[in-house]
């Protein structure tokens, strides 16, 4: 299984990317899939998550900010994120679980102030 992320880059405070992550391989199609975030001097931690079935799960610092989502046919993840703030700034790992975990390499997201 192969997480290929897209759609990092760097944005003004206040604005909004849209990450984007495609899923290839033998995959279950019971699944979670997800992001997490890594900031500068902070461990990883859960950004949002979506289940096969659609039922999501956000940090509370994300919470009416960012929007997940999924393409089951695609196999496709997406983070829609508005109101965009520096703290927002990291690399953005995307994670497919199943069996097992799957992770992608990250995108960088880079909030200017």
């Known amino acids: 299984v192969q997480l290929v992320e897209s759609g990092g880059g760097l944005v003004q405070a206040g604005g909004s990317l849209r990450l984007s992550c495609a899923a290839s391989g033998s995959i279950s199609s019971i699944n979670v899939m997800g992001w997490h975030r890594q900031s500068p001097g902070k461990q990883r931690e859960l950004v949002a998550t979506?289940?096969?079935?659609?039922?999501?799960n956000y940090a509370d610092s994300v919470k009416g900010r960012f929007t997940v989502s999924r393409d089951n046919a695609k196999n496709t993840v997406y983070l829609q994120m508005n109101s965009l703030k520096p703290e927002d700034t990291g690399v953005y790992y995307c994670?497919?679980?199943?069996?097992?975990?799957?992770w992608g390499k990250g995108t960088l997201v880079t909030v200017s102030s």
């Open positions: 979506i289940t096969n079935g659609g039922s999501t």
């Open positions: 994670r497919l679980t199943t069996s097992w975990d799957y």
